[in-house]
């Protein structure tokens, strides 16, 4: 394909748009990975149909996206797939698709291949060494076949990173996963970050991470960011890890500066429906219905997305209530304090409660 330079948006908009969208395509997927907070498996009842996905697609060109990044479930189960990529790449700059690896065979590669130097990232779900990954994800092989797709597609020329969610029962495994990340796939990119307590994974006490573990993963994660800059990866953690402590320079490029959900970030699900994260899996923060309302009308709502654009530090509860830096930091990811104490503001991880600043 060709590279095309996105349109420019030609809607005014109240707000600047969102820099980077995530749409979960389908639920419908062919694993059913313990940790999974979609709980996915089958479509929804109410999924866009192609005519209602590729009016979604102008739409976000409209409203000035410049990254989406198709999700799921498993977008590559969706028949439409090559086609929503296609509209996307004529008007955004960067268009990702996560991939749990299991359908990246030879036609499939093909077909991606196509998208090289276009604009186009996969991103390949990893959870550890072959034994660790196919045992969360419930299939054998799962690991050979991801990392072969991922291989081949590099090979073709297309971006390859590598997303790994972490929990209890795998992140013994990350150290040996960082070499296999750094020696033999070597993406260019690799993120690591936390298992949150929504669908399946809500199932699994034996999941959730104590504190002492998660103190070892952030570590884990500063050491390996650090001795990625000296490699091919770029390395970085997720925006449920942190905040604000000895180690958020060596977590991630930018300090971090409070969850972006509703402000620089939008979800979007399967049917349409709007969130400002889709991490966020509680309904109580679906914002609206892009087929019924039209996702500029709701993005630009002067009452939207509330518990970020209209926040306030009496929304903090916890140990954040108090902290020196929760205007700032804002109570850590809003999805993982939703999983855990049910609203938003109240980070159940925070490194700086057990590490703070010295004086």
Same mark, same amino acid.
């Given at each position: 394909m060709t590279p095309r330079k996105p349109r420019p948006h030609t809607t005014p908009a109240c707000r600047p748009p969102p820099e980077v969208v995530v749409w979960e395509t389908t639920?419908?997927?062919?694993?059913?990975?313990?940790?999974? $907070?979609? +709980?996915?498996?089958?479509c929804r009842q109410d999924e866009l149909t192609s005519a209602q996905a590729q009016k979604l697609c102008q739409e976000l060109i409209t409203l000035g996206v410049r990254r989406v990044d198709l999700s799921g $479930?498993? +977008?590559l189960l969706r028949p439409d797939w090559?086609?929503?990529?296609?509209?996307?790449l004529g008007g955004v700059a960067h268009v990702g698709l996560l991939t749990n690896g299991w359908t990246l065979n030879d036609t499939t590669v093909a077909a991606l291949a196509r998208y090289a130097n276009t604009g186009f990232h996969l991103f390949i779900s990893l959870d550890g060494t072959a034994s660790v990954h196919d045992a969360i994800r419930g299939r054998p092989d799962s690991f050979t076949?991801?990392?072969a797709g991922a291989k081949a597609l590099k090979a073709a020329g297309v971006p390859i990173a590598v997303i790994t969610s972490v929990s209890a029962a795998n992140f013994h495994a990350m150290p040996a996963l960082r070499e296999q990340i750094f020696n033999d796939l070597i993406p260019y990119a690799w993120q690591l970050q936390l298992v949150c307590p929504y669908g399946r994974a809500a199932t699994h006490d034996d999941y959730r991470m104590t504190k002492a573990q998660y103190g070892e993963l952030l570590r884990f994660v500063a050491a390996t960011r650090n001795q990625g800059l000296f490699t091919r990866t770029r390395v970085a953690a997720g925006d449920c890890m942190g905040y604000r402590s000895s180690l958020d320079a060596d977590l991630r490029p930018e300090p971090?500066?409070?969850c972006q959900a509703g402000l620089q970030v939008m979800g979007l699900q399967s049917n349409g429906n709007v969130k400002g994260c889709l991490s966020i899996i509680d309904d109580r923060f679906i914002e609206g219905n892009a087929v019924t309302e039209g996702l500029a009308k709701i993005w630009n709502k002067t009452d939207g997305f509330a518990y970020t654009r209209s926040f306030s530090q009496a929304q903090l509860g916890g140990a954040c209530a108090d902290c020196p830096e929760g205007g700032i930091c804002r109570g850590g990811c809003n999805s993982n304090a939703i999983a855990v104490h049910g609203q938003p503001g109240y980070a159940p991880y925070c490194y700086r409660t057990f590490d703070?600043?010295?004086?």
């Open positions: 639920l419908a997927c062919n694993m059913r990975c313990e940790h999974c $907070g979609s +709980t996915a498996g089958t $479930g498993e +977008t090559p086609a929503l990529v296609e509209t996307l076949r991801a990392t971090w500066q409070g703070p600043p010295q004086r």
